[in-house]
């Protein structure tokens, strides 16, 4: 451009050369551009396909957000019926509602910490679904590139591959209501084999509170049978 300003300058006589109406330059500047645009496009829509792509996952879970914390359902793969709620650890709220950790005091995570993490295998492809329900929320783990709205009466998805182990944490990112800053995300990214130690413990837990219900429903079904005999008693 530099050159040309100089080479064609007014002062060494140059004279406009006339192009008006050239159907080749037309053309040309036309195509040219529309080309650059393609080669854009290509690459682009490829990484926004694969963004979307959530076939094939080694481990589906279904987060539900609800005022105000997150729900964890493992819908399919290792650890298939385990679930959970996550809430943001109870002294760490406490302490905000004092007006924070103090001057000068530094709390690890603060307001980041939860009771119970989300806890997935390294390497291995996420499948996650949200969905909410009350109000909207999203589900945002800025460092595992998900950001995904969780709207009640829909099921949308989206997917992840953790490539080291570690904790990962985000926050709610659709404003939900008055406790919306606090329903931190924690997950925790395991290797495989600690992950499965995970998920057996999990699975011991949950067998635990089934023989408590079985208790419970034993005990239901008492209570309705005394109340028959009460009722028959009556009469
Ligand atoms: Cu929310």
């Known amino acids: 451009m530099f050159y040309a300003i100089w080479k064609h300058r007014k002062s060494v006589g140059h004279k406009a050369a006339n192009f008006h109406e050239s159907i080749a330059v037309e053309i040309l500047w036309t195509a040219v551009p529309f080309l650059i645009v393609v080669l854009i496009a290509w690459p682009a829509t490829k990484v926004v396909l694969a963004m979307k792509d959530t076939a094939n996952p080694d481990l ?4 539900t957000g609800m005022q105000w914390k997150w729900r964890y359902d493992y819908l399919k793969g290792e650890g298939e019926g385990i679930g959970f ?10 302490m905000s509602d004092a007006g924070g950790p103090g001057r000068g ?26 969905t909410a329900n009350d109000v909207i929320h999203a589900w945002f783990v800025p460092s595992l590139g998900v950001q995904l709205s969780a709207i009640p009466g829909f099921v949308r998805d989206t997917w992840f591959r953790a490539d080291r182990v570690g904790d990962y944490y985000g926050q709610c990112s659709q404003l939900c209501g008055k406790e919306h800053a606090y329903m931190p995300i924690h997950v925790k990214v395991v290797s495989q084999e600690d992950y499965t130690a995970w998920v057996n413990s999990e699975i011991k837990k949950e067998a635990a509170l089934v023989g408590d219900t079985n208790k419970v429903s034993a005990l239901n079904d008492m209570l309705k049978r005394s109340e028959h005999d009460g009722i028959v008693a009556a009469r």
Do not use: E, M, W
């Not at 709620?85 to 406490?94: E, K, N, P, V, Y």
């Open 85 to 94: 709620g996550s809430a943001l650890d109870r002294a760490q709220r406490q």
């Open 60 to 63: 589906t879970v279904k987060v």
């Open 105 to 130: 005091v530094t709390i690890d995570d603060y307001l980041l910490k939860v009771d119970h993490p989300l806890v997935v295998p390294v390497a291995r492809k996420i499948r996650v679904v949200t």
